[in-house]
């Protein structure tokens, strides 16, 4: 068991540093293209694009750097020692209990990150629009999902563990239920509990957007305006859900902002 963790923390390291020299590369590769003449973008615009991008890779090399070190303390000791704390005789109750824990200390211990990245580099250049109230309602609802998904899986495969031979096997078809059930019921959750949506189907914009997809042979339930703009500046769009439920999502921000033209 012991050699297993080593091995994995001699791959995590491998995968970490790699990462670093990623970030290093493209840090300096944006340092230098920032005092170039700017490119398809207004001189400001471009040097603030590029001071973001810097900003950016900053955080990831620390952030990368402080999560390796957060993964040795853990194999290290944290792992033993949570183990140890939790007093559970049922053992898929206890898995149940671990992995929990494991990820809200987890969570705690990067979140600093977050709020830097969000409170800091992007207020500091005009993306953020989160409030400190739906900043933490955002990650309660975001935690509160996470936290119920990973009991079943987690729950679930300790079960099958310890009643079947072949427990790999259930395990994978649990696991691949779950996630396309997840995709299935995305948009739902999302309309639910973070955004507001409005169907923009019956639009100029939203008959044209239907006319292109039924040409390309894509078939969606619906065309949704989001707002988006109460956290963050950026113009967006996506295209999820699966069967019955996909459908285009524009961000408002999107909207107003940019022309047919």
């Given at each position: 068991m012991e050699h297993s963790l080593y091995f994995l923390g001699g791959l995590y390291a491998?995968?970490?540093l790699t990462r670093v020299y990623i970030s290093l590369m493209q840090y300096g590769f944006v340092l230098q293209a920032r005092e170039k003449p700017a490119q398809l973008l207004e001189e400001k615009n471009w040097r603030d694009a590029a001071s973001y991008e810097i900003a950016k890779e900053k955080l990831s090399i620390l952030s990368s750097l402080y999560d390796l070190f957060v993964f040795f303390v853990w194999i290290g000791f944290g792992l033993s020692a949570l183990n140890t704390a939790i007093d559970i005789d049922n053992e898929i109750?206890?898995?149940v209990v671990f992995i929990d824990l494991f990820l809200i200390?987890?969570?705690?211990?990067t979140l600093p990150f977050s709020i830097y990245e969000k409170f800091g580099i992007d207020a500091r250049f005009g993306f953020n629009k989160t409030s400190k109230a739906l900043f933490i309602t955002d990650e309660l609802k975001g935690g509160a999902i996470?936290?119920?998904?990973?009991?079943v899986v987690v729950y679930l495969v300790?079960?099958?563990?310890?009643?079947?031979h072949n427990w790999w096997v259930y395990s994978f078809f649990a696991i691949f239920a779950i996630i396309i059930l997840i995709n299935m019921l995305f948009p739902t959750i999302r309309a639910l509990m973070f955004d507001k949506f409005v169907s923009i189907d019956e639009t100029e914009l939203g008959e044209e957007i239907?006319?292109?997809?039924?040409?390309e042979g894509f078939a969606i339930s619906g065309i949704f305006k989001v707002d988006a703009s109460k956290r963050d500046s950026r113009l967006n769009a996506y295209f999820g859900g699966l069967g019955k439920?996909?459908?285009?999502?524009l961000y408002d921000t999107l909207i107003e902002k940019l022309t047919k033209s």
């Open positions: 491998l995968y970490i109750v206890k898995a200390i987890n969570y705690f211990l996470t936290i119920v998904l990973t009991s300790a079960l099958f563990i310890t009643s079947t239907r006319a292109l997809l039924k040409k439920t996909k459908r285009v999502v």
